[in-house]
């Protein structure tokens, strides 16, 4: 079975400060991790994914597997990345059944 | 295209009432899936279907849901002789498979109150 534990339901931050929001899971194979964002009013959108190796919005994520992690960071917070965030795996190369996190809600402090 | 639709955005009902949503996906994406949200909680998945063949069910779907994209393109849920249990955000999605990269696009819920 796998699973996604986001240990944080809250976590604040100063803007410019740097934030981290943490991601472990569990999975027997080899999995695709992904970061989906919801800002308020608004759906939930997919904000990067390991595979892409990319940066968005200043937002990176490395996934570890000797952790078991995909912690998303990012240098420097601005208000603008206040929102629910949610760590979500599905098997590689597979993007059908997407297993979400329970999710974080950010707040970034003027 | 505005994206993934989803009617009604809320539906209050009676215990034991059926109730049935619906999901319009964006237009050539091929793929569309079905998630439930209850309070604090991330998605849970439900069902997905390639086209019109509904290829992966959870065992979250219990008898009384039922999942139907009879021409591979919008789809709908329905839920016999609903429980409190039910309430929930049920939010659609989907994608376009490009050798499985593909990204899912969700849409705005809809928000089931069973009284």
């Known amino acids: 079975a796998q699973r996604v534990t986001q240990p944080e339901k809250l976590l604040s931050v100063f803007k410019g400060a740097p934030v981290e929001l943490k991601c472990n899971y569990s999975y027997s194979g080899s999995p695709e991790l992904f970061w989906y964002v919801q800002y308020s009013r608004q759906r939930l959108q997919l904000l990067l994914r390991?595979?892409s190796r990319e940066s968005i919005k200043g937002f990176t994520a490395d996934l570890n597997k000797g952790e078991t992690s995909f912690h998303l960071k990012k240098p420097f917070a601005q208000e603008e990345d206040s929102a629910m965030y949610y760590c979500a795996l599905s098997p590689l190369g597979s993007a059908r059944q997407l297993t979400f996190g329970s999710g974080t809600q950010l707040t970034v402090l003027p | 295209d505005t994206g993934v639709s989803q009617n009604p955005r809320h539906k209050i009902t009676k215990r034991g009432q059926n109730v049935t949503f619906r999901c319009d996906p964006i237009?050539?994406?091929?793929?569309l899936y079905w998630y439930r949200q209850t309070l604090g909680q991330g998605p849970e998945f439900l069902t997905y279907?390639?086209?019109?063949?509904?290829?992966?069910k959870s065992r979250l779907l219990s008898d009384r849901f039922s999942a139907e994209r009879p021409k591979g393109s919008f789809s709908t849920l329905e839920i016999q002789r609903t429980e409190q249990g039910d309430s929930a955000m049920y939010l659609c999605a989907s994608s376009l498979d490009r050798d499985g990269a593909d990204t899912q696009y969700f849409g705005p819920g809809t928000r089931l109150t069973v009284l």
């Open positions: 237009s050539e994406h091929n793929r």
């Open positions: 390991h595979i």
């Open positions: 279907f390639q086209n019109e063949a509904q290829l992966e």
